[in-house]
């Protein structure tokens, strides 16, 4: 671990500090405290550093790659059998299979062929990870995501073609414009589908997000530190 990511011990104080700050943001918003849930990002994290916000109590937590929850996560949830684990990074058809078996909530479902993909891996398993709809809210070409125009057609389309429960939308604004009214835009595009889950907001913005509807923020940083790099 880098010398800048927090000790074992600053771990679970940051922890509580973010949750703390969830539950006055959800109050200021006029909103049950029970209503916005901490992902907490593990995402180059040891699972040494992982163990110690269990340890902490913390129960949900996101990765953004496959391969690298698999090398983590087997032993990590035989452990602790009440943990859930969010992929919160793009994921390729040809790793279905292992985001199916591996995550409990899939938070990046963003086109067609992915769409018929979880849908045959689901039958063929029985397993049904809850979906959330990436919506590309900023329209960057280098960012996954359904366009903010075509999400309502994507999640009929899921629904209808593929036999898919979509329970929510997900968003990463770009990160040199003001989050707040890609939360909003969220927000509305959720609201008219009728979806009542919004993940948003991540370390610097999940106060933001929460005042704006937010049900699961992605928070990283402001817990384990600076990420480790990994080889």
Same mark, same amino acid.
């Given at each position: 671990m880098s010398a800048e990511s927090h000790s074992a011990a600053e771990i679970p104080e940051r922890l509580r500090q973010v949750k703390e700050e969830i539950v006055l943001a959800a109050e200021a918003a006029g909103r049950k405290p029970s209503t916005a849930e901490l992902v907490a990002v593990t995402k180059t994290m040891p699972a040494a550093a992982i163990e110690d916000a269990i340890e902490a109590g913390q129960r949900i937590f996101g990765e953004n790659r496959v391969q690298e929850a698999q090398a983590k996560w087997p032993a990590l949830k035989a452990l602790h059998s009440d943990l859930e684990l969010h992929l919160i990074g793009p994921l390729q058809t040809n790793k279905v299979k292992e985001a199916v078996a591996l995550f409990d909530v899939i938070e990046t479902?963003? $086109?067609?062929?992915?769409? $018929?993909?979880? &849908?045959? #891996?689901?039958? $063929?398993?029985?397993? !049904?990870? !809850?979906? %959330?709809?990436?919506?590309?809210?900023? #329209?960057?070409?280098?960012? &996954?995501?359904? &366009?903010?125009?075509?999400? &309502?057609? %994507?999640?009929?389309?899921? $629904?209808d073609t593929f036999g898919l429960a979509i329970d929510g939308l997900m968003c990463i604004p770009p990160l040199d414009e003001e989050p707040s009214m890609h939360f909003a835009l969220l927000a509305k595009l959720a609201k008219e589908i009728g979806l009542d889950e919004l993940s948003m907001g991540m370390s610097g913005d999940f106060e933001k997000a929460i005042a704006f509807g937010a049900t699961y923020v992605r928070v990283g940083t402001a817990i384990f530190g600076t990420r480790v790099l990994l080889d």
């Open positions: 479902l963003d $086109r067609p062929k992915l769409a $018929r993909a979880l &849908a045959e #891996e689901m039958k $063929r398993t029985g397993k !049904r990870p !809850r979906l %959330f709809v990436q919506v590309n809210t900023g #329209e960057e070409p280098q960012k &996954a995501g359904i &366009a903010p125009e075509e999400t &309502a057609d %994507f999640v009929t389309l899921c $629904r």
